[in-house]
């Protein structure tokens, strides 16, 4: 068995002013963080409440004002476009799409802009020929207006990839 040997050589008096020293430190530096966060959670609550009185100023204002123009403008013209869309047949104009492509045609690509009944078709053509048959076709035809070759590109193979925006008249539609 070994025994240590320890050696104390502070009076008790130090040792007590020691631990009160310690103990006003933790005192002060809890105190101190107790402020900061005080400090934060007051920036906060401020910030805060700044950004409601702003946001219940400004729905205020709509309420008083009332809807602008703009606004009911831009959710008619948005109601308008739901409905052309649930309008629009896509069995009868692809219907009507095919009735007016030669053989030597294909179409890659068909973006309609339901808002005026634009459509825009992208395809490769197998000559310059077939590429003018098919845009004339489409200028002819009832179904379709404004036919406007927006983009030609010849490549080496001989063949035209193209670009064909028009209108889209669907004549049975009710």
Partial sequence: ????????????????????????????????????????????????????KKYDNSTKKQAIAGVSLNDLSARFAHANSILERRGFSWSRFLSRLEENVPGKISITSVTPAFAGSNVSIEGTAFSIDDLIRFTTKLGSSNNFANTFLAEQKNRTDGHVDFAISFKYIDTEAK
């Fill in 1 to 52: 068995m070994r025994v240590k040997w320890t050696i104390d050589i502070a009076t008790t008096e130090h040792k007590k002013l020691m631990s009160d020293r310690a103990q006003n430190i933790y005192y002060i530096s809890g105190s101190v963080i107790l402020l900061i966060l005080l400090a934060l959670n007051t920036y906060s609550l401020n910030k805060i409440s700044a950004e409601q």
